[in-house]
């Protein structure tokens, strides 16, 4: 069969954008995958079309990051973390080419979705399952990067159960991206298909208590109010259940829903929690006022906690000013897209996870929202002047 050049390159951005688990701790942290896939597209930046709102949008988020960063080198004794720098330069131009390859490809784009997401499931199923039949724990990322994954620790050990993460360093990185891609496909079409049904197995089988609240709020927000779905999806709900079930009984020494229900039932006690969202506020408490108005900059890691959300980027490194202006201006361009609220309050939820400002990956997903809704929106009208 034959696959064209615009497709080839479709499915290579969007593959190695996926892997932004496998940095090289020895070369400073680099992402070598994600930044080759922003350098395929600054290569075809001729099939892209850019439009006019978006590069305002840019322009404004950098001259908001850059008066960020000359604030808190002006006004603190800051320690710059250069790489970050480099993220938040690198992650708007990578949006801008994003949306401007993919905003009449849709189709293109949630075809690639979906066979990147079958690749990440594929190598989750293959660690997780070579370790529950031949107590063999396969570590990809240490094969790659020479950095081992965190699939233990607490009550997970090599006698009980890994925490399966594929192609990412930690169940939560894995399981907050299976998630994003979910909102991504479910939101272009409402319909549970049995990839689907696989990755929702897989995000509870991640053993992460933040990536099973996340499933949950986002199933519950996209099938709420849509009662004639609400019979099929309990069905294959029911149907995720029965397999873990299953295999708990298949692999019971393994004490899969012990280690299940002690993960739910304590998530405020890992450190997992307590480093993405227990010390924020804290943290925030005991800023002066200046810093909590203006932050302490972004890339300033002179924090004694780095806390690593979203979340504690705006209140801690930006600040409530720079964090109201961020968010209106993310807040007009959701809305230029006509984004809808339930996503959008999705999205506010999700940014309790991994996913930072300055990472490629919330930017692609924010990127593949914006044009499916787009598309979505102005399937049956020609293309909107008013985003050129």
């Given at each position: ?210 990536g099973i609240m996340f499933l949950v709020v986002l199933i519950v927000l996209v099938f709420i109010k ?163």
């Open positions: 069969m034959r696959i064209s050049l615009v497709s080839l390159v479709s499915f290579l951005v969007l593959f190695l954008g996926s892997l932004r688990s496998l940095n090289f701790a020895a070369l400073g942290g680099v992402r070598w995958f994600v930044i080759l896939s922003f350098l395929i597209l600054v290569l075809f930046s001729p099939y892209c079309k850019i439009g006019k709102s978006n590069i305002k949008f840019v322009i404004t988020f950098y001259i908001f990051f850059l008066l960020n960063v000359v604030i808190s080198i002006l006004s603190f004794k800051v320690k710059p973390h250069y790489f970050s720098y480099i993220g938040f330069i690198l992650c708007p131009a990578y949006f801008l080419l994003l949306v401007g390859f993919y905003t009449h490809r849709v189709k293109l784009l949630v075809k690639h979705l979906k066979v990147v997401l079958a690749i990440h499931l594929f190598f989750f199923y293959l660690q997780l399952f070579t370790f529950l039949i031949f107590d063999y724990t396969i570590d990809f990322i240490e094969f790659i990067t020479h950095e081992p994954q965190r699939t233990i620790g607490g009550i997970f050990t090599k006698h009980t159960i890994i925490r399966s993460s594929g192609l990412f360093n930690e169940p939560a990185s894995y399981s907050i991206f299976v998630v994003s891609m979910l909102l991504c496909l479910l939101f272009n079409n409402k319909k549970i298909t049995f990839l689907m049904l696989v990755a929702i197995m897989s995000v509870v089988l991640s053993f992460s208590a933040s849509k009662s004639f779905f609400i019979k099929n999806l309990l069905i294959k709900i029911s149907v995720v259940i029965v397999a873990l079930v299953g295999i708990n009984i298949y692999f019971g020494e393994k004490r899969v829903f012990e280690v299940f229900t002690s993960k739910l039932l304590n998530f405020q006690d890992s450190t997992s929690f307590q480093f993405r969202i227990g010390k924020i506020f804290d943290v925030f408490g005991d800023l002066n006022l200046y810093q909590k108005l203006f932050g302490l900059g972004f890339g300033n890691l002179s924090i004694g906690s780095n806390l690593g959300s979203f979340l504690s980027q705006f209140l801690v490194q930006s600040g409530l000013v720079f964090s109201f202006l961020f968010i209106s201006l993310f807040y007009i361009i959701a809305k230029n897209y006509k984004l809808p609220k339930r996503i959008i309050f999705i999205v506010i939820v999700l940014s309790l996870s991994t996913q930072a400002i300055n990472h490629l990956i919330t930017w692609y997903f924010l990127a593949s929202l914006l044009i499916i809704s787009y598309n979505k929106f102005y399937e049956n009208s020609t293309f909107n002047n008013g985003f050129r």
